[in-house]
């Protein structure tokens, strides 16, 4: 057996069985030598030896496994992805994150990510502490959200960012386009949040595993049945904005994962289809507040709405206007 590998699931193979997310991300391994590696007992899923080959993998679990040395792992290529660069210097970089851009390679996305244009801008000159698969990633954002981003030029800077991460002096604020009108102008959503007890693939305020979670909102901008939120994380959990919201019966337009089918109850037609195929979550990082690793000056990056926001936006004066 080779050096162990060590792999992140993604929220794209969130539910999927394990021999078939290895599969994807070894192409050069069979799956029948997958499935012998996991009856073997040479694959473990967040430390405990996995079971059998169909058993679900959850987002965010870490999958670990001894690939063969005659099969070397597929590690992310450089690729000429256009990325909107914030701010830079020789020590960090800020990303505006487009929504439909995967942060970083797992399961069905080995290529076409924001790592991959990262090593293709800055190739080297990145911090290698969290691994060759996230080169300068020190936080993330899901797939379907825009915005804000910061990333790591070497390893001092990659340590003070997280640290200041972990002790949560990083501001972090949302736009959030969301179902309904809250009753109060302003409040604080401090609800305990994990893994969905009735589907594993959200995470809710009804779980087994509760973590602390803390989101301070307030009304923006009101339409007719809709509102525009401004929202400010506390903590940093996985789909927190998104189980907040719903969690108080206001989740984002677009979100089909946690607002279902709730476009349903819009009375306007051109509002109701506009919701209805809004292709992601109305949800847009807009401001990120860090001190800088090498200066401590505080550097505030904020990112504009982009053209999915605005064009929404816009429907929803109009209807405001003529309702």
């Known amino acids: 057996m080779g050096a162990e590998r060590r792999f992140e699931i993604s929220e794209d193979a969130d539910g999927e069985r394990l021999d078939r997310v290895l599969a ?18 040479g694959v473990a899923v967040d430390g405990v030896v996995a079971a059998k080959a169909s058993q679900p993998v959850e987002s965010g679990q870490t999958v670990a496994l001894q690939v063969p040395e005659d099969v070397p792992a597929p590690l992310p290529r450089p ?58 990633l020190v936080h993330r954002l899901d797939k379907g959200t825009s915005g804000v981003l910061v990333v790591a030029r070497d390893n001092e800077a990659h340590e003070a960012l997280s640290r200041q991460f972990a002790e949560r002096t990083v501001e972090k604020e949302y736009d959030a386009f969301v179902y309904g009108i809250p009753r109060d102008r302003a409040g604080v959503i401090d609800r305990a949040i994990g893994r969905d007890r009735s589907d594993r693939t959200k995470i809710s305020t009804d779980t087994d595993r509760p973590r602390e979670a803390v989101s301070r909102w307030q009304r923006h901008e009101d339409f007719p049945g809709f509102c525009w939120l401004r929202v400010r994380t506390h903590t940093g ?15 984002c337009i677009g979100d089909t994962k946690y607002a279902g089918l709730q476009w349903k109850g819009v009375p306007d037609r051109q509002v109701r289809d506009a919701v209805r195929k809004f292709p992601r979550a109305g949800l847009h990082a807009r401001r990120l507040c860090i001190d800088h690793p090498a200066t401590g000056e505080r550097l505030e990056l904020t990112a504009p709405l982009p053209e999915d926001l605005e064009e929404l936006l816009s429907l929803l004066r109009v209807f405001r206007e003529r309702s």
């Open 24 to 41: 994807a991300l070894l192409p050069e391994v069979s799956r029948t030598k997958i499935q012998r590696l996991i009856r073997d007992g």
């Open 79 to 136: 690729e000429p992805i256009p990325i909107d660069v914030l701010y830079e210097d020789d020590r960090l970089v800020v990303i505006d994150k487009v929504a439909g851009l995967v942060v970083h390679p797992g399961s069905g996305n080995l290529d076409g990510t924001l790592v991959s244009a990262l090593l293709h801008r800055y190739g080297e000159g990145l911090s290698d502490i969290g691994g060759p698969e996230r080169p300068g």
């Open 237 to 251: 959990r996985m789909h927190q904005v998104r189980a907040h919201l719903t969690a108080i019966h206001h989740p």
